[in-house]
């Protein structure tokens, strides 16, 4: 450790960082609002027991966790999509649906190896007790739009579902959740002519090729997400220019379930940290 350093993952963010990530937010939360979604913001800490049931084993061992003087134990959020559905299950009950909600705020976790962010900035749309596939081509036409206006103009999404894993034996299963392509024993499908052999994509993609003709959609039958909750299509957003997947969502109509209200969700969150931050 360093003389005057800050914790591994976690950043000091300077007046121009700090000023381009306001902006974002600002800029985000307008659009969201524009489009129908009322912002909602969750605590930063949640009881253990709440959060790590949209986790897998992955996400658990990835939380930062501690104890309140009551011995009970706490975890700091390390997303934003379960807090909310535990609010929307609870306390939104008897709102009618589609509810359709949206945040820009923080989720923390442990950083890796590769010393990745502790602290992650993120914004994102939530469409709650939704009824049709017209819905989730909204959630992914809303995160191609948010992208477009923090102008970055060269994504490419990648889209998968639960399904494509049906039938694989459960190490083949993990294989992919580790990106392991050897222990797979392939390279997973990829491309935007291969067969989804699934409606929900069928129906969906030629909905988001008439509204958004420049952006390459691929179906990715080794897209596999660590987060438990999801229940249909996945979604990653790439772009050329920061090298990284900047967003994803889903489907993940059974998480509101676990708290005790059944209603269909769908949503995306976008990763700010990695747009155009100099350290």
């Not at 897998?56 to 003087?69: A, M, R, T």
């Not at 420049?214 to 229940?231: E, Q, W």
């Not at 249909?232 to 969502?249: H, L």
Request: aromatic share 8%; with cysteine; proline share 6%.
């Amino acid at each position: 450790m360093s003389k005057h350093s800050t914790p591994q993952g976690i950043r000091d963010f300077l007046p121009d960082d700090t000023k381009r990530l306001n902006a974002n937010m600002i800029l985000l939360q307008k659009l969201f609002t524009e489009h129908g979604f009322n912002q909602i913001k969750t605590p930063t800490i949640e009881f253990a027991e709440n959060l790590e049931k949209g986790l897998g084993p992955i996400q658990k061992k990835e939380c930062i966790e501690f104890f309140d003087p009551a011995g009970n134990r706490l975890l700091l959020r390390p997303d934003n999509t379960t807090p909310i559905a535990r609010t929307v299950a609870s306390r939104m009950a008897n709102q009618p649906t589609p509810i359709k909600l949206c945040y820009t705020e923080p989720i923390f976790k442990k950083s890796n190896k590769n010393h990745s962010d502790t602290e992650i900035f993120q914004a994102g749309c939530e469409i709650f007790g939704y009824s049709s596939t017209e819905s989730i081509a909204e959630i992914i036409s809303m995160c191609i739009r948010s992208l477009e206006s923090l102008d970055i103009d060269d994504i490419g999404i990648d889209i998968g579902h639960v399904s494509f894993a049906d039938g694989l034996p459960d190490t083949k299963k993990q294989a992919l959740l580790q990106g392991d392509y050897i222990a797979y024993g392939e390279i997973p499908e990829r491309g935007s002519n291969i067969k989804s052999n699934t409606t929900a994509i069928d129906e969906i993609i030629p909905i988001l090729t008439k509204t958004h003709p420049d952006t390459p959609f691929i179906i990715n039958k080794g897209l596999v997400k660590g987060l438990h909750y999801y229940t249909g299509i996945i979604f990653e957003v790439y772009s050329k220019k920061y090298r990284t997947i900047i967003a994803s969502g889903g489907q993940y109509d059974s998480l509101c379930s676990l708290f005790d209200n059944p209603l269909t969700a769908v949503g995306f969150a976008i990763n700010l940290n990695d747009i155009g931050f100099s350290s």
